[in-house]
């Protein structure tokens, strides 16, 4: 019989349940809050440092990546100064740290990203808030199993959080590199020996602007079974019947998509993914026990809110995470200010690790 899931009683918080949280625990004197995040293009990425700065002013530091990649568009490296100069002035007391997401054509963000959160000195820290809104998956996914790591071994405090905007990532369009590689960290047993047999199934997080993306991923699985996961309900009360539609010819063939096989998550509930991707990998574990065992590989392009029950679920069964990187982007920040002004940001928390889940004293913070 398998153990119980890691966060079988999750503390996380959604849309306007987060603020108020962080209203009342983190105005306690007695928390020191580590702020990592990105100071990007995306403008999101002042968002959470704004509401934390008004909570706990100075007892909040900074740490911020801003992801360089090649040829840059100048608009872009505009946005992301004019976001810099704005969290510095939020939160005084904050490292700024470029990263670059490619060296020599491979791709080196992930690993370099840890490197550098590697030489904090976290020692008077009770609290750290990873905000991924502005973040990669290719760097947020690496530094939060670090950190992860490190605050089982020390009992801090771990957050995850994201101002979720669907209508923001849409005009958010990447141009992807060829190359599907895994996350740096998230490996997971993909390639050993002793998983050449093993029945390989793919769970990929659809989104409209990725269908080449995913293509390209699947190619290089080469997957036994597919399992599509699509946001419902989402924002946009339809969105899974227009992402089904824009899918078909990948679904039909070469995917070989069953109905059954689509996989329903809430758009805003990490946890709820979490959980389902954790009760097949059960039932996989028991069906293919005798014949060579069963590997998940997961491709979180989607939702950041999604992406977060995926993290959750490989970091406790150490799946494989297959993505591609993207080399540039290109933004309407005209159509992204429009889309915010229709539709109010949704924060969506989970808390990854601490005191709330304490249960003996070996988990007790170091003195």
Known sequence: MSAPPKWDRCIYHLGDDVEPFFRDYFASRSRNILLVGGAGFDPRSTVI??????????????FFLREERPSPDA?????????????????????????E???????????????????????PITDIVVDLSALSIGVAFPVIRFLFDM?????????????????????????SSDTPTTVHGFKGGWELDQHSNAARLWMP???????GVLDRIHSRVTPHAVCPILPFPATVPRL????????????????????????YASERSP????????????ARTRVFAETGGSQIILSPVGSKALAIGALMAALERDFTVMYIESLNYSVDFVQVEEARTREK??????????????????EAPEQ
């Open 101 to 123: 997401i490619f060296a020599a054509d491979a791709v080196v963000g992930g690993r370099t990203a840890v490197t550098l959160v590697n030489e904090i000195s976290f020692a």
């Open 49 to 62: 440092a704004t509401l934390l700065a008004e909570i706990a002013g100075e007892r909040t530091q900074g």
């Open 151 to 175: 605050a089982q071994r020390t009992g801090k405090n771990l957050h995850l959080v994201v101002v979720d905007e669907p209508a923001t990532d849409v005009q958010i369009r990447a141009t």
């Open 75 to 99: 608009v872009l490296v505009a946005k992301a100064e004019e976001n810099e100069a704005i969290l510095g002035k939020l939160i005084t007391n904050s490292s700024f740290k470029i990263l």
């Open 271 to 282: 946890v709820d993914l979490y959980r389902t991707i954790l009760r097949i990998d059960d």
């Open 240 to 263: 899974a019947d227009t992402l089904v539609e824009h899918y078909g010819d990948l679904l039909q063939s070469p995917w070989q998509v069953d109905a059954r096989d689509i996989i």
């Open 205 to 211: 997080q659809l989104s409209l602007s990725k269908k």
């Open 345 to 362: 940001a949704k924060l969506v928390h989970v808390w990854l690790h601490g005191e709330a889940y304490q249960t003996s004293a070996k």
